[in-house]
T-cell receptor
Framework: GEDVEQSLFLSVREGDSSVINCTYT??????LYWYKQEPGAGLQLLTY?????DMKQDQRLTVLLNKKDKHLSLRIADTQTGDSAIYFC????????????FGTGTRLQVFP | NAGVTQTPKFRILKIGQSMTLQCAQD?????MYWYRQDPGMGLKLIYY???????DKGEVPNGYNVSRSTTEDFPLRLELAAPSQTSVYFC??????????????FGSGTQLSVL
């Protein structure tokens, strides 16, 4: 089976940049996703990137995709305390499928 | 919009009891899913449905059952609760065409403990 791997914890100071990394396994994935889970809540789609792109920027968020290394990263510029959450990367279970495989999640803690 | 609504939010069961986790969405989504979330393990797909009357197993279906009699509702049934089913359960829905999917909407979760 496929495994999507992430480091479990990241701690950053408010105002710094955060970089959350993810390694996925299926090179045929068409889209790759980042979801955010705030305490006591379900996951919300944060952003996604199409597999033919290397980078996608959306305000404070930058997604980088290295298909050769199957590496996905999420950079949050000017990290705020409201960014404290668990961040999951996800990829489809296979081509042309709706089902997602989620990583283990990275807990981002932002301190003042 | 209510989005995806799950009930209950918390439940404690004794071993061997049964219960149904309710999930409803009001977005006319065709796809619905049940995931469980265990600490440090990410989310695992239990069951999913691509439309009313159609259900299929995910990665970890054992010990669970689902039904999809309407587009809106996708209940998850635990028949004989076991401690291994202690987890946080998330229902999700999406609108998908042609097998591709851009966005899952999640409920707020049900925290279940089996003692």
């Amino acid at each position: 089976g496929e495994d999507v791997e992430q480091s479990l914890f990241l701690s950053v100071r408010e105002g710094d940049s955060s970089v959350i990394n993810c390694t996925y396994t299926d090179s045929s994935s068409t889209y790759l996703y980042w979801y955010k889970q705030e305490p006591g809540a379900g996951l919300q789609l944060l952003t996604y990137i199409f597999s033919n792109m290397d980078m996608k920027q959306d305000q404070r968020l930058t997604v980088l995709l290295n298909k050769k290394d199957k590496h996905l990263s999420l950079r949050i510029a000017d990290t705020q305390t409201g960014d404290s959450a668990i961040y999951f990367c996800a990829e489809p279970m296979g081509p042309y499928t709706d089902k997602l495989i989620f990583g283990t999640g990275t807990r981002l803690q932002v301190f003042p | 919009n209510a989005g995806v609504t799950q009930t209950p939010k918390f439940r404690i069961l004794k071993i061997g009891q049964s219960m149904t986790l309710q999930c409803a969405q009001d977005m006319n989504h065709n796809y619905m899913y049940w995931y469980r979330q265990d600490p440090g393990m990410g989310l695992k797909l239990i069951y999913y449905s691509v439309g009313a009357g159609i259900t299929d197993k995910g990665e970890v279906p054992n010990g669970y059952n689902v039904s999809r009699s309407t587009t809106e509702d996708f209940p998850l049934r635990l028949e004989l609760a076991a401690p291994s089913q202690t987890s946080v359960y998330f229902c999700a829905s999406s609108y998908a065409e042609g097998g591709t999917n851009e966005k899952l909407f999640f409920g707020s979760g049900t925290q279940l403990s089996v003692l």
